[in-house]
């Protein structure tokens, strides 16, 4: 799929230590959202905290208390499929989305002594490039990130 912003996973895009490190996804969100907010002056609002244990302790919080979590789906005010991870607001007013993804992890091979992948990256949904698409055709600032060294290739120029 070609699309005018940062999608797919690129290994060639980072340092050889950050791919064996395999940082977790909600780890790479906190370093975006900081990123955003120190270098950007930027806004930022978490849609989705990245972090499975969370929604598995907020899932049986509402089973505690009686509900079903997945009777919350497709409810009046629920969030419309392939939101992603970041809503952002930068001064000027400009929006911008931003889908949060663990990058792929690497090991040594014991054989060659070269990166092999231990765990592939994160890919986004159908559903959350079509969200993204859509958003940077209306002028908002969007992309797939799976380091915060990755908001050079999504915020543009005029926004640094």
Same mark, same amino acid.
């Given at each position: 799929? /070609?699309? @005018?912003?940062?999608?797919?996973?690129?290994?060639?895009?980072?340092?050889?230590?950050?791919?064996?490190?395999? @940082?977790?996804?909600?780890?790479?969100?906190?370093?975006?959202?900081?990123?955003?907010?120190?270098?950007?002056?930027?806004?930022?609002?978490?849609?989705?905290?990245?972090?499975?244990?969370?929604?598995?302790?907020?899932?049986?919080?509402?089973?505690?208390?009686?509900?079903?979590?997945?009777?919350?789906?497709?409810?009046?005010?629920?969030? %419309?499929?392939?939101?992603?991870?970041?809503?952002?607001?930068? @001064?000027?007013?400009?929006?911008?989305?931003? %889908?949060?993804?663990?990058?792929?992890?690497?090991?040594? /091979?014991?054989?060659?002594?070269?990166?092999?992948?231990?765990?592939?990256?994160?890919?986004?949904?159908? %559903?959350? !490039?079509?969200?993204? %698409?859509?958003?940077?055709?209306?002028?908002?600032?969007?992309?797939?990130?799976?380091?915060?060294?990755? !908001?050079?290739?999504?915020?543009?120029?005029?926004?640094?």
């Amino acid at each position: 799929m /070609s699309l @005018p912003f940062l999608h797919a996973w690129d290994p060639a895009r980072y340092p050889a230590a950050y791919l064996r490190f395999g @940082p977790l996804e909600v780890a790479i969100q906190r370093n975006i959202i900081a990123v955003l907010l120190a270098r950007y002056r930027a806004r930022v609002t978490v849609i989705d905290t990245g972090d499975a244990r969370f929604r598995g302790r907020a899932a049986g919080l509402i089973r505690a208390a009686g509900g079903d979590p997945r009777r919350l789906a497709g409810r009046a005010g629920a969030m %419309e499929r392939g939101i992603v991870d970041l809503a952002i607001t930068f @001064p000027g007013g400009r929006a911008g989305w931003i %889908e949060v993804k663990r990058p792929a992890r690497y090991v040594l /091979s014991p054989k060659t002594g070269r990166l092999i992948i231990d765990a592939e990256a994160g890919q986004p949904t159908d %559903e959350q !490039l079509r969200f993204l %698409e859509e958003q940077h055709q209306v002028g908002a600032v969007a992309g797939v990130a799976w380091s915060d060294r990755d !908001l050079d290739a999504i915020v543009p120029g005029e926004l640094r």
